[in-house]
């Protein structure tokens, strides 16, 4: 066989005789590449990528499970030799990620073959895996932004559309209510008809700012967060105390509007479940995060129980966050317990890493 076209396995192996005989069952099939000592194998490494690595797991300078776990860490597919038939070190191995394992006394030609294959097979496996998931987080961070964006939408044409037009019927109606003064059942239908639109028009900005809060993009968080402690006293009857140091914009618009969703749902959370009226809204901008907290002196949970639930008894809400978050690199810290009110706090990066970014940017 031509010896470009070969593959090129590493064999780490201190023993003269066990490397020789390793060597003459491969060296037809593939170009067999020999070093003694573990030091030699990571030199080895950073020079030339071999295909797969037969690694003998005592070796005399460097521990063979160590060697074995920088290997991995580097996606080279390992197979772990070992002296006697130990099940615990090959147990071991097989945890740190050795994708086979031959026990040296019992090695020919056929096991070698059948074990170099099957790591080759399996570590392709592990990196389209690897790759899907990858591609998986992407996505789901844009799916994620492209709601927001999808949520600015909505609320611009409610805004600058139908409010406005709800409003001109509003003003036309009004105006025929004065001209028809004379015909009273006219005028008191029109006077309905204009109670009607003016409730219409409410309805329609309330959901305008929920959907996406125009503070946030003039002023920021800090803004938003004192709009909806307002609305939050008006609507639902929950005082709300907003502790905001300076105010901050978010890292992105879309990201801001997500935060501001995220606190509306632990708001609505203080509602539905803490039996108390008041709630706190603290956020504090440290050198690398953005921190936004909100708390309440209610009855508290136990946060165990939460986390064994899963989604399966309802409650989707702190899941889907916490999901959520951690698709741009950010974090849910839930701090709770029967009595003790609730403390939930929301991190999220300054600067989003840029392998968390979605996939247009825009
Ligand atoms: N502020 C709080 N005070 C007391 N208990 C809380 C509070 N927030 C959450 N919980 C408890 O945690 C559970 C899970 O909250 P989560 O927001 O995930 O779900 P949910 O509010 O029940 O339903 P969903 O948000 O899907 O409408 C709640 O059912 C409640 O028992
Ligand atoms: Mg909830």
Redesign the pocket.
């Known amino acids: 066989m031509n010896l470009d076209s070969m593959l090129d396995l590493l064999l780490v192996e201190d023993d003269d005789i066990d490397r020789e005989h390793v060597r003459r069952l491969l060296q037809t099939d593939y170009q067999v590449n020999e070093v003694a000592t573990g030091k030699a194998a990571l030199d080895f490494v950073t020079q030339k990528r071999p295909a797969c690595v037969l690694l003998d797991y005592r070796l005399p300078d460097i521990g063979g499970m160590d060697l074995l776990s920088q290997l991995v860490e580097q996606s080279i597919p390992v197979i772990i030799l070992t002296g006697e038939e130990s099940a615990e070190v090959i147990v071991e191995a097989m945890q740190r990620g050795a994708l086979h394992y031959l026990v040296k006394g019992n090695i020919s030609y056929v096991s070698l073959l059948h074990a170099i294959n099957s790591a080759l097979e399996k570590n392709n496996l592990k990196q389209n895996i690897e790759i899907k998931n990858k591609q998986l987080a992407a996505l789901a961070s844009e799916l994620t932004l492209a709601e927001q964006r999808e949520r600015r939408r909505i609320s611009q044409i409610l805004h600058d559309h139908v409010q406005q037009i709800l409003y001109g019927i509003q003003m036309r109606v009004h105006i025929m209510g004065l001209d028809g003064s004379e015909q009273p059942k006219l005028a008191m239908h029109l006077a309905e008809v204009e109670k009607l639109l003016g409730q219409a028009t409410h309805v329609i900005r309330t959901l305008t700012v929920e959907l996406s809060p125009p503070l946030l993009q003039s002023e920021g968080l800090g803004a938003a967060f004192q709009w909806l402690a307002k609305h939050m006293a008006e609507t639902q009857n929950l005082q709300v105390y907003c502790e905001i140091e300076g105010d901050y914009q978010a890292p992105s618009v879309d990201l801001g509007v997500f935060i501001f969703q995220i606190v509306r749902?632990l708001l609505f959370?203080?509602v539905?479940?803490?039996g108390v009226r008041q709630a706190w809204i603290q956020l504090v901008a440290k050198e690398d995060t953005l921190e936004v907290t909100v708390s309440?002196h209610?009855?508290?949970?136990d946060v165990t129980r939460?986390a064994k639930r899963g989604d399966s008894r309802?409650?989707?809400?702190?899941?889907s966050i916490s999901e959520r978050l951690a698709l741009f690199g950010g974090r849910l810290e839930i701090d709770?317990a029967p009595g003790l009110g609730?403390r939930v706090k929301i991190v999220v990066l300054r600067q989003i890493p840029i392998h968390l970014l979605p996939l247009d940017g825009n």
């Open positions: 749902e959370n203080v539905k479940h803490a309440d209610g009855m508290g949970f939460l309802g409650g989707f809400g702190l899941y709770s609730t």
